[in-house]
């Protein structure tokens, strides 16, 4: 599966980055989200809830930052596992720019994905992968003062 957007906030691009590298702030935006928590320098281990159709799981799983490029730039590579329900691995690449009155967050999703959700249709995997996408870029938007325009900005670019 493959997803890619983007979000207009009204922060400044410093206050975006800042809020991207914080554990409590991605903890607190993330869908689902019980734990979210340093293992070392820029690393972070994850435990999320998510409900995929009829499939409920918890996952766990691992995700590093590499390719830093400050106040710039980040790619996440991670896996998780959710028992019976299968396993998800994947990356994204998120990239920050200047615009008129605040910064535009930009975001491409790869994510492959085994066992019982991987089941369940690219379909439905794609409109729930969107639907926990837009709740987290509300959160976020919240976190760093709202967004310039009250929508997620998204070229439709998701696919299975």
Do not use: H
Request: charged letters at 25%; one cysteine or more.
């Amino acid at each position: 599966m493959e997803m890619t957007g983007s979000s207009r906030l009204k922060a400044d691009r410093d206050t975006v980055w800042t809020a991207l590298n914080n554990p409590e702030v991605l903890k607190a935006c993330i869908p689902g989200c019980e734990s979210f928590e340093s293992t070392g320098e820029n690393a972070f281990e994850a435990e999320v809830g998510a409900k995929i159709g009829p499939v409920k799981a918890k996952f766990k799983g691992n995700v590093e930052l590499v390719d830093i490029v400050p106040s710039q730039s980040y790619r996440l590579v991670g896996e998780g596992t959710g028992g019976a329900a299968g396993f998800a691995k994947g990356g994204a690449t998120v990239s920050l720019s200047d615009i008129a009155g605040g910064t535009e967050l930009s975001f491409a999703v790869t994510a492959n994905m085994g066992g019982k959700i991987a089941q369940l249709g690219a379909r439905l995997m794609t409109s729930t992968a969107k639907k926990y996408a837009d709740r987290f870029f509300d959160a976020f938007a919240e976190q760093v003062g709202g967004k310039l325009e009250d929508e997620v900005a998204d070229d439709g670019g998701a696919t299975a």
